[in-house]
């Protein structure tokens, strides 16, 4: 019995092994992305535009996103770790390729060649940046909070705060099967804050300079 466990784990890591390699051999094509992004610009290509689930809040910018996270974001739709219905059901539309390209072309669109990196975030208020060394959220996401120190980590300076309250109230939500993210190390730091200096957190990076931007559609203008 014990050889045949250790044959399963062993099968099992094997597979998982290779998964993980060919998710890292996808390439996206950044030209294929905007063929494919037909379910995307309907919310992410308009200015200003509100979702009304879980709550009223502006959709997130993903145009000048890190390729690497928007990838992990839609598996992570798609998988139900994160539990969002419609996000959800688009997710489940795309195959590995098509995540790719989309994400390729949104970590370009509208990204001017050449431009300086944003330097070292200014400080906010005295609770919120409190709350910034409470959280270590620079630990992750880097010290102007558009350089993440992994490239599956979002850049969230200057992403619309309204959502970033959102998201952030998501993480400590549990067994609600429409609402919800699973990700423990974002869950663990949620958790440690009420919703009030969650939303003092999301207005401190919200108001940052930012890479990230909406890049309305030609029939959007």
């Known amino acids: 019995m014990n050889k045949l466990l250790l044959s399963l784990s062993a099968l099992l890591v094997a597979s998982v092994t290779a998964f993980s390699v060919h998710a ?7 030209k294929a992305g905007q063929k494919k992004n037909a379910m995307c610009i309907g ?28 990838t992990s974001a839609l598996n992570a739709y798609k998988q139900g770790d994160r539990k969002h219905p419609t996000m959800r059901g688009v997710a489940q539309a795309l195959t590995d390729q098509d995540m790719a390209d989309l994400a390729a072309f949104y970590s370009t669109n509208g990204v001017v060649a050449g431009a300086a990196p944003l330097a ?7 609770k919120a940046m409190e709350l910034i060394t409470k959280g270590a959220c620079a630990s992750c996401h880097g010290d ?19 959502y970033l309250y959102v998201a952030l109230k998501s993480y400590k939500t549990v067994n609600n099967p429409q609402v919800g993210r699973g990700n423990a190390i974002m869950g663990g730091v949620a958790k440690q804050f009420s919703n009030a200096e969650l939303k003092e957190l999301a ?15 030609s029939r959007f203008r």
Request: contains cysteine.
């Open 203 to 217: 207005n401190y990076l919200g108001g940052l300079p930012s890479d990230l931007k909406v890049v309305p559609e």
């Open 24 to 30: 890292e051999e996808v390439k996206g094509d950044a």
């Open 43 to 70: 919310c992410h290509g308009i200015v200003g535009y509100q979702a009304s689930f879980p709550e009223i809040h502006k959709v997130p910018m993903i145009s000048g996103q890190g390729a690497a996270y928007i």
């Open 120 to 126: 070292k975030a200014a400080d906010g208020s005295a």
């Open 144 to 162: 102007s909070f558009s350089k993440p120190l992994d490239p599956s980590y979002p850049k969230i300076a200057g992403q619309h705060s309204d």
